[in-house]
């Protein structure tokens, strides 16, 4: 079975500051793993994801994440935060074989002025 | 090309009315979930539907029924609405290779009275 756990429900940053924001993950079996973003009265987006190959992912937005198997962890970063960066951010993770996705319980990131 | 579709957007109900959700895709895709989503509690898998004639349940399956109508179809069904049932609800859908990603309607807002 898997599961995702976020590190911290609220994070707040100042504009231009680095973004960080924690998962970590645990699965039986080689992961797939996935960061979706969602704004305000809005579904979810998909950001990035990881399948297979290079470990360092990048996305829409700016925003990258890495894959380290060791500390089973994949963590989401922004060098500079923008204002439009504001929403909540869902880790999710899919075991191979796996039919569902499953999430942590979101961050909402708070971008201050 | 809409993506997800969802309909109603809002809706009110008292304890044991009952009310289907639809949701609609048109990407082709034989993958399709019902999700729910509480504060603190992410997104968890109601009903899940991996292709056309074929459902499953999720995590939280209890008090729903789904329809499979065709491939682009979706409906979720509460037959007796109870409080706890209150809730924003997501339809998404996917490719059925595992490390596709699901791609999310704007989701539907439940108050159950």
């Known amino acids: ?113 | 090309n809409a993506g997800v579709t969802q309909t109603p957007k809002f809706q009110v109900l008292k304890t044991g009315q009952s009310m289907t959700l639809q949701c609609a895709q048109d990407m082709n895709h034989n993958s399709m979930y019902w999700y729910r989503q509480d504060p603190g509690m992410g997104l968890r898998l109601i009903y899940y539907s991996a292709s056309e004639g074929t459902t499953d349940k999720g995590e939280v399956p209890n008090g729903y029924n789904v329809s499979r109508l065709n491939k682009r179809e979706f409906s979720l069904r509460l037959e007796s609405a109870a409080p706890s049932q209150t809730s924003v609800y997501f339809c998404a859908s996917s490719e059925a290779w595992v490390g596709a990603e699901q791609y999310f309607g704007p989701g539907t807002r439940l108050t159950v009275t």
């Open chain 1, 1 to 113: 079975a898997q599961s995702v756990t976020q590190l911290g429900s609220h994070v707040s940053v100042s504009e231009g500051a680095l973004v960080l924001l924690r998962c970590n993950y645990s699965s039986s079996v080689p992961p797939y793993l996935f960061w979706y973003v969602q704004y305000p009265n809005q579904g979810l987006q998909l950001l990035l994801k990881y399948t297979t190959g290079a470990t360092l992912v990048k996305g829409i937005n700016g925003f990258e994440a890495e894959f380290k198997k060791s500390e089973t962890s994949f963590h989401l970063t922004k060098p500079s935060a923008h204002m439009s960066d504001a929403a909540e951010y869902f880790c999710a993770v899919k075991g191979q074989g796996a039919q569902k996705l499953v999430f942590g319980q979101g961050t909402r990131l708070t971008i201050n002025p």
